[in-house]
């Protein structure tokens, strides 16, 4: 039975992208999903009803014992400016509208009634705007006492970019971009144009910049985007589409760059690589100028992050390096997803105005390990279910037997403790392999992930040892910064080597070739001690046997996949890949001896063209 005095606050996003739910209970993060996880539908954006029992199940509450409910923008106003869109741009908008209203009428306006509908209870609804909860979400769990706070996304009601001062639990907004304005939006437009999925491919065309030059980016800056110095930027709205219609680019803005939009998994070409790496760099200008501007206006040392730009990790790279911030936090689920926790922490400190303590190092976001976890027991019931088979291991032999399976050149599934809340693996449901091997990335893109060859994979570090082989000092818990490879680790002969486009990919360039993209770059996760032992302690003992504190680490999925929730989830994924070892929690599944073998296939999965 909860005690009556405890405040529990839920947290809601949904019905735009990558649905969400969080608990805090008296100010502290107990539980966070997405909904994805569970319905195993990539960026599901229906009503968060699973990720929410499961936060009421972690929190051991039912719908009844919350005491309110945060959900994360305003639908009036968000309805108000899709209307006002669509009229501005009348008759032109008609199919987008036609296209948008039902699912506004069914649910989106009348929402605080599904919502008491959804969990059977009257439980008060606070509804923060759409960029208030980004702005909590960045603020509210960073370690800082005082910070400025910058928040950048496509849109959600009208606002595309805000920024302000935090404060103990208050946060000044000093002040706003408005739609349609909105760097989320011009980035997902060059999405959308390099043949992309929207808000799920910008990952990969920022992974893409690297193989390119920046030939557009003068003629992006010339018509697309006018950046003023403080990095405020109005956009050349002829160009654009996302007004009126039900694309993002239109006929001006592809005569611009020489042609219609690259059609989705046809190959990626030169011209798609140097528009990948002209968009990047606009971005990146614009980021850094807005940091420096909002630096010198206030003069503080701290800046949060959060908004789908926020996971530009090159980006927030040169922020630390090259703007006069001395710290970084970046919220780990920077998208709209961040939004629900954003929409309960706002409740929790701004409304109720509850104190918030924090020490200036430790952030309050608990790693990101804020999802389900599965006991022995749960892993029991699943065994007896399957036909499997396994070796249960000791704690204490744990770490060393994943490592030596990694120095052995195997690739193999982890999945440990609480899942992670965000876009990113961190090693509660990852896949690793050795960061020195040459062969790593193209065997783990092909024969695993069964995706593009060029994506980059990331390396996890002890946290004590990162700059030992990057050019950064600080932690970056989450994976949101992008720091270059330490010279010393460099191949000098790889920088001689002329190679274009793809081709580059072939090039050693350094002992931890697996990791370092075709640039120098890496995007960082640091490993610590206290937040994920299990994991920290296989990447010592891999330093050990290897001489090496750094692995690869990338997400347990395969390509169109929500990343694994569940012991089921996780054995499926592990048979229907080329994966060697899977290990849950204490037990180890040996590819080799697995019966069935046949039984399983990649249609097992549930997966959508991303
Ligand atoms: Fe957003």
Same mark, same amino acid.
């Given at each position: 039975m909860p005690d009556q005095n405890d405040i529990y606050i839920l947290g809601i996003s949904a019905f735009y992208h990558d649905s969400a739910a969080c608990i805090v209970k008296n100010g502290d993060i107990v539980a966070a999903a997405q909904e994805e996880r569970f319905t195993r539908k990539k960026h599901d954006f229906s009503f968060p009803k699973k990720a929410i029992d499961y936060c009421l199940e972690e929190a051991g509450i039912s719908a009844e014992d919350l005491t309110y409910i945060g959900y994360y923008e305003k639908p009036f106003i968000k309805f108000e400016r899709i209307l006002y869109t669509y009229f501005t741009y009348a008759p032109l908008g008609i199919r987008s509208f036609l296209k948008a209203m039902p699912l506004w009428l069914k649910k989106k306006i009348f929402l605080k009634e599904l919502i008491h509908n959804e969990l059977g209870s009257e439980t008060p609804i606070i509804f923060p705007e759409h960029h208030e909860s980004h702005i909590a979400s960045a603020f509210y769990p960073s370690p800082y006492e005082k910070a400025v706070v910058l928040t950048m996304d496509g849109v959600g009601e009208w606002t595309t970019s805000s920024y302000g001062v935090g404060e103990g639990n208050k946060m000044d907004l000093l002040g706003e971009i408005k739609f349609p304005h909105s760097l989320g939006l011009l980035y997902s437009a060059f999405t959308y144009y390099t043949g992309f999925r929207v808000n799920s491919g910008e990952y990969k065309l920022m992974g893409l910049a690297p193989y390119g030059e920046p030939k557009y980016a003068d003629l992006i800056r010339k018509h697309l985007i006018d950046i003023k110095e403080d990095g405020s930027f109005k956009l050349n709205m002829k160009y654009f589409n996302y007004c009126a219609g039900l694309t993002m680019t239109n006929h001006r803005f592809h005569k611009l760059f020489g042609g219609p939009p690259r059609k989705p998994e046809s190959p990626v070409t030169q011209k798609d690589m140097d528009i990948a790496r002209s968009i990047q760099q606009v971005t990146e200008e614009v980021m850094i100028k807005m940091a420096n501007h909002l630096q010198e206006e206030t003069g503080l040392d701290n800046l949060c992050l959060a908004g789908g730009v926020a996971l530009n990790c090159v980006g927030n790279g040169r922020i630390l390096r090259e703007s006069k911030f001395k710290n970084i936090w970046i919220q780990p689920a920077a998208g709209d997803a961040g939004g629900a926790l954003g929409a309960a922490l706002f409740v929790w400190y701004r409304y109720l105005g509850n104190e918030r303590t924090v020490d200036g190092v430790h952030d309050l976001q608990k790693g990101s390990y804020l999802g389900p976890k599965f006991l022995d027991e749960d892993i029991q019931e699943f065994l007896k279910t399957t036909e499997t088979h396994y070796e249960r291991v000791d704690d204490a032999q744990l770490p060393?037997?994943?490592?030596?399976?990694?120095?052995?050149?195997?690739?193999?599934?982890?999945?440990?403790?609480?899942?992670?809340?965000?876009?990113?693996?961190?090693?509660?449901?990852? *896949? +690793?392999?050795?960061? /020195?091997?040459?062969?790593? =990335?193209?065997?783990?893109? @092909? &024969? $695993? !992930?069964?995706?593009?060859?060029?994506?980059?994979?990331?390396?996890?570090?002890?946290?004590?040892?990162?700059?030992?082989?990057?050019?950064?000092?600080?932690?970056?818990?989450?994976?949101?910064?992008?720091?270059?490879?330490?010279?010393?680790? *460099? +191949?000098?002969?790889? /920088?001689?080597?002329?190679? =274009?486009?793809?081709?580059? @990919? &072939? $090039? !050693?360039?350094?002992?931890?070739?697996?990791?370092?993209?075709?640039?120098?770059?890496?995007?960082?996760?640091?490993?610590?001690?206290?937040?994920?032992?299990?994991?920290?302690?296989?990447?010592?003992?891999?330093?050990?046997?290897?001489?090496?504190?750094?692995?690869?680490?990338?997400?347990?999925?395969?390509?169109?996949?929500?990343?694994?929730?569940?012991?089921?989830?996780?054995?499926?994924?592990?048979?229907?890949?080329?994966?060697?070892?899977?290990?849950?929690?204490?037990?180890?599944?040996?590819?080799?001896?697995?019966?069935?073998?046949?039984?399983?296939?990649?249609?097992?999965?549930?997966?959508?063209?991303?």
């Amino acid at each position: 039975m909860p005690d009556q005095n405890d405040i529990y606050i839920l947290g809601i996003s949904a019905f735009y992208h990558d649905s969400a739910a969080c608990i805090v209970k008296n100010g502290d993060i107990v539980a966070a999903a997405q909904e994805e996880r569970f319905t195993r539908k990539k960026h599901d954006f229906s009503f968060p009803k699973k990720a929410i029992d499961y936060c009421l199940e972690e929190a051991g509450i039912s719908a009844e014992d919350l005491t309110y409910i945060g959900y994360y923008e305003k639908p009036f106003i968000k309805f108000e400016r899709i209307l006002y869109t669509y009229f501005t741009y009348a008759p032109l908008g008609i199919r987008s509208f036609l296209k948008a209203m039902p699912l506004w009428l069914k649910k989106k306006i009348f929402l605080k009634e599904l919502i008491h509908n959804e969990l059977g209870s009257e439980t008060p609804i606070i509804f923060p705007e759409h960029h208030e909860s980004h702005i909590a979400s960045a603020f509210y769990p960073s370690p800082y006492e005082k910070a400025v706070v910058l928040t950048m996304d496509g849109v959600g009601e009208w606002t595309t970019s805000s920024y302000g001062v935090g404060e103990g639990n208050k946060m000044d907004l000093l002040g706003e971009i408005k739609f349609p304005h909105s760097l989320g939006l011009l980035y997902s437009a060059f999405t959308y144009y390099t043949g992309f999925r929207v808000n799920s491919g910008e990952y990969k065309l920022m992974g893409l910049a690297p193989y390119g030059e920046p030939k557009y980016a003068d003629l992006i800056r010339k018509h697309l985007i006018d950046i003023k110095e403080d990095g405020s930027f109005k956009l050349n709205m002829k160009y654009f589409n996302y007004c009126a219609g039900l694309t993002m680019t239109n006929h001006r803005f592809h005569k611009l760059f020489g042609g219609p939009p690259r059609k989705p998994e046809s190959p990626v070409t030169q011209k798609d690589m140097d528009i990948a790496r002209s968009i990047q760099q606009v971005t990146e200008e614009v980021m850094i100028k807005m940091a420096n501007h909002l630096q010198e206006e206030t003069g503080l040392d701290n800046l949060c992050l959060a908004g789908g730009v926020a996971l530009n990790c090159v980006g927030n790279g040169r922020i630390l390096r090259e703007s006069k911030f001395k710290n970084i936090w970046i919220q780990p689920a920077a998208g709209d997803a961040g939004g629900a926790l954003g929409a309960a922490l706002f409740v929790w400190y701004r409304y109720l105005g509850n104190e918030r303590t924090v020490d200036g190092v430790h952030d309050l976001q608990k790693g990101s390990y804020l999802g389900p976890k599965f006991l022995d027991e749960d892993i029991q019931e699943f065994l007896k279910t399957t036909e499997t088979h396994y070796e249960r291991v000791d704690d204490a032999q744990l770490p060393k037997r994943i490592a030596e399976m990694i120095n052995g050149q195997n690739v193999v599934g982890l999945f440990q403790g609480r899942m992670e809340f965000g876009p990113r693996a961190l090693g509660g449901r990852s *896949i +690793l392999g050795d960061a /020195r091997s040459q062969e790593m =990335q193209s065997t783990i893109n @092909l &024969k $695993i !992930k069964f995706r593009e060859s060029f994506r980059p994979f990331a390396p996890s570090v002890l946290v004590e040892r990162v700059s030992e082989y990057f050019d950064q000092e600080a932690s970056s818990p989450y994976m949101l910064l992008v720091a270059d490879v330490k010279e010393d680790k *460099i +191949l000098p002969e790889s /920088r001689n080597t002329q190679k =274009q486009g793809i081709e580059k @990919l &072939k $090039i !050693k360039r350094s002992v931890i070739p697996a990791i370092t993209h075709v640039d120098y770059s890496a995007r960082i996760q640091t490993v610590a001690e206290d937040t994920n032992p299990l994991y920290y302690n296989i990447i010592k003992e891999f330093d050990k046997l290897s001489g090496c504190p750094v692995i690869i680490n990338t997400s347990f999925n395969i390509r169109g996949e929500p990343i694994v929730c569940t012991p089921e989830d996780a054995y499926r994924c592990f048979m229907v890949t080329n994966m060697d070892y899977l290990v849950v929690e204490n037990y180890i599944f040996e590819k080799a001896k697995q019966p069935n073998k046949d039984k399983y296939t990649k249609d097992d999965i549930s997966t959508v063209l991303d």
